[in-house]
DNA sequence: GTTATAACATACTGATTGGTATGAAATTAT
DNA sequence: ATAATTTCATACCAATCAGTATGTTATAAC
């Protein structure tokens, strides 16, 4: 019994992420997002409620994709060392075949807002943390085959992979000689081992 | 034949450095800064020139004063590897003791503006290359005196590190457990070998 | 003391910020 | 068709933004 909405609720969340992932929080602004998204303000506050909250839903729908992108890439093949390293070296490719580097949206807002607000501090913890189990996952999967070392402790290494992802997709901003970042990359597989 | 600066212009600048530092440039206000640095605004645009000079001065004061903190706590230790490892602790015990963590403000400043910016991109990446060689000719050292395997390479180690390093500082700003940052540090310091 | 010069504090600029009030247009139940 | 309801576009709000014009105050050269 009343008007249908006239635009897409994830096309328009989708523009606003991009925006976001872009600019992050505070460059992003009202205008830009308008004209971005394709839609008024007051669609945006009906439907999202404020800019927080539209960053926020833009910001979950970043993570749970690229949650199963991490988990797609890894279960992709068999051999769990080549998964890692197909893995990364696809992430480093990904970086530099693009200009400018907008990063890794969740990264972005962990440095952006964490400190700032407890609500992304935990979302952005929260989504490492979930990467940490994957990588586990995967690691524990090379143990159980043989492929890896018995010695290996699992979770650490997987710990440690999150760390390195996070330095070196932040690195990459700064657009360094792809030699400097092939090379991390080659010495953390060596801990695959 | 003029009157004289009544303000310190190292002491207005550090104050702006720890505002920067702790809000990014976009969120740090001119009023901020003018009441944080304890002056009126055109002494800041006739000093600094605009809010992104002093953002760079600001930014130029970090790095140097945090590049001489590095060379001088690895110089420090006799011992490569315990120099690495009492560097990388610090950093963690140092950020752990603090709420809320600020991160690193050359890091973030890569995060913000590196995309958008060449500047910026190039203030920070060399920054970090800064380091890298600091890293580099510890590790020299390491194998000089016998201490590290002869099979090392010592540059691309360096790079690793760096890149470690950046991956724990940003995951620290989103407060995980400490058993995981502290886990992550011995995997990495397992490369030291 | 006079004059030139630079730093000072105050107050202001136009533009932009996030957020909202308002009324027209559209849709469905009755 | 009418009434109820929700979305839409337009226009607006006070507050804040980065940056500056202006006139006063202090200093140094002469």
Redesign the pocket.
Known sequence: ???????DREKALDAAMHLFWEKGFEA?????LTSRMG?????I??TFG???GLFEAALRKYTSAHAAYVRANLQNNSSVKEAFRAFFENIVAKEYGKSPNWGCFCINSMVELSPHDEKFEILTREHQMYLSVIFQETIERGLRSGELESGINAKRLAQTLVVSLIGLTVFMKSRPERLFVDNSVKEILTLLR
Chains 1, 2 share one sequence.
């Open positions: 019994m009343a008007r249908q909405r006239e635009f992003a602004s009202l205008s830009d839609i008024q303000r007051p669609s506050y009906s404020d800019k927080k």
